[in-house]
């Protein structure tokens, strides 16, 4: 069955340096999610790439969807002490019949700050 | 809006008992879903949802029922409580529009251990 690898697990950074989280698919996606779950919370939504080669950015985010739309990557400028927290990248699993309602989620990458 | 809502946030359970975690929307989403979080496995499906009525597996469903007689409300019923139950439950929703679909919105979570 499909499945989505999220490297690294971990990642601890001093405040400032920049951060980056990896995310591949077994088969070709039709879009990928970023989620970002902070400690003791619920994954929030981030953004969604569809198109393939797309990027985006958010203020210091900036998410990049592969040419192949099976792999992306989340790379973080100068972090802060807010970035602290998981983040989870998810592919959805197309049904036969519901189009895309399941997603897979990523073992997601946990980020620790050293002030 | 509430947005999703999950009740208890935490409960302990014996094993063998039963009991039913609750989820509520207020967003008229169709979809909803039930998420297991455990330590270095991300979230993994339990069971899903594409509107009234209508409910499936996702990847681990194995001791767990669900029904959907509401767009509102998605219970997950664990029917005999085991120690690998043990993790934090997310009840999630999704709206079935073009643009928003597949994003998930999630609750609190419950936080449940069994001993």
């Known amino acids: 069955g499909q499945q989505v690898m999220q490297i690294p697990q971990y990642q601890h950074v001093q405040e400032g340096e920049d951060f980056t989280t990896y995310c591949n698919s077994s088969?070709?996606?039709?879009?990928i999610q970023w989620y970002k779950q902070r400690p003791g919370g619920h994954p929030v939504f981030l953004i969604q790439l569809v198109k393939s080669g797309e990027v985006k950015k958010q203020k210091r985010l900036t998410f990049q969807f592969g040419e192949a739309k099976k792999n992306s990557s989340l790379h973080i400028t100068a972090t802060q002490t807010t970035d602290v927290g998981t983040y989870f990248c998810?592919?959805?699993?197309?049904?036969?019949?519901?189009?895309?309602?399941?997603?897979?989620f990523g073992t997601g990458t946990r980020l620790t700050i050293i002030p | 809006n509430a947005g999703v809502t999950q009740t208890p946030k935490f409960q302990v359970l014996k094993t063998g008992q039963s009991m039913t975690l609750q989820c509520a929307q207020d967003?008229?989403?169709?979809?909803m879903s039930w998420y297991r979080q455990d330590p270095g496995m991300g979230l993994r499906l339990i069971h899903y949802s594409v509107g009234a009525g209508i409910t499936d597996q996702g990847e681990v469903p194995n001791g767990y029922n669900v029904s959907r007689s509401t767009t509102e409300d998605f219970p997950l019923r664990l029917l005999s409580a085991a120690p690998s139950q043990t993790s934090v439950y997310f009840c999630?929703?999704?709206?079935?529009?073009?643009?928003?679909?597949?994003?998930?919105?999630f609750g609190p979570g419950t936080r449940l251990t069994v001993l």
């Open positions: 998810a592919g959805p699993r197309r049904l036969a019949n519901f189009g895309n309602e399941k997603l897979t």
């Open positions: 967003m008229n989403h169709e979809y």
């Open positions: 088969t070709t996606l039709s879009n």
């Open positions: 999630a929703s999704s709206s079935r529009l073009a643009g928003d679909r597949d994003t998930q919105y």
